[in-house]
T-cell receptor, first 112, second 115 residues
């Protein structure tokens, strides 16, 4: 069965520091991979997506993610975190039928 | 901008009550989804719909039903609410198609408390 694992429940980084959020997936076919962000009291917003081609994808708000097939990973990165990046981040894999399977989420805290 | 509107942001209901959660989207999307969000569990799919009057079970449909009488509206129904249905409920929509698949547009959520 398809699944997504986000190993870190909480991560705290200092403002201005770099960030990497981990995501591992399990899916038999070529995966379609996504990162979403949920700010407090809000719905989810798409940050970036990978379908094919270049394994390094750029998203909104300065985020990027790298697809590594050999590691079944799709980690999210940002070189310099801003206080407004504090939110919950969800990795997801697209499966047949236009559906998504989501990970459990990683809560990012940013300290000043 | 795509807008997905969930009519109730916060609800408090009693055990055994019938609960309706309403969702409306204004972008003519064929697909609509209801997810449940719980801490540490992420988002789990309850039901989804590809078209009017069509529905399919997701991963956790027990205790829930849905209704889609119009393309823009997708309702989640709890026939007899129970305390274990206390949760955040998120509605989402998108257009069908391979490249568009997965780009879900979400509402702000409905937080339901069942006492």
């Amino acid at each position: 069965a398809q699944s997504v694992t986000q190993p870190d429940i909480h991560i705290t980084v200092s403002e201005g520091a770099s960030l990497e959020l981990r995501c591992n997936y399990s899916y038999g076919a070529t995966p379609y991979l996504f990162w979403y962000v949920q700010s407090p009291g809000q719905g989810l917003q798409l940050l970036l997506k990978y379908f094919s081609g270049d394994t390094l994808v750029q998203g909104i708000k300065g985020f990027e993610a790298e697809f590594k097939r050999s590691q079944s990973s799709f980690n999210l990165r940002k070189p310099s975190v801003h206080w407004s990046d504090a939110a919950e981040y969800f990795c997801a894999v697209g499966v047949t039928g236009n559906k998504l399977v989501f990970g459990a989420g990683t809560i990012l805290r940013v300290k000043s | 901008d795509v807008k997905v509107t969930q009519s109730s942001r916060y609800l408090v209901k009693r055990t055994g009550e019938k609960v309706f959660l309403e969702c409306v989207q204004d972008m003519d999307h064929e697909n609509m989804f209801w997810y449940r969000q719980d801490p540490g569990l992420g988002l789990r799919l309850i039901y989804f719909s590809y078209d009017v009057k069509m529905k399919e079970k997701g991963d956790i449909p027990e205790g829930y039903s849905v209704s889609r009488e119009k393309k823009e509206r997708f309702s989640l129904i709890l026939e007899s609410a129970s305390t274990n249905q206390t949760s955040m409920y998120l509605c989402a929509s998108n257009k069908p198609g391979l490249l568009l698949a997965g780009e879900l547009f979400f509402g702000e959520g409905s937080r339901l408390t069942v006492l």
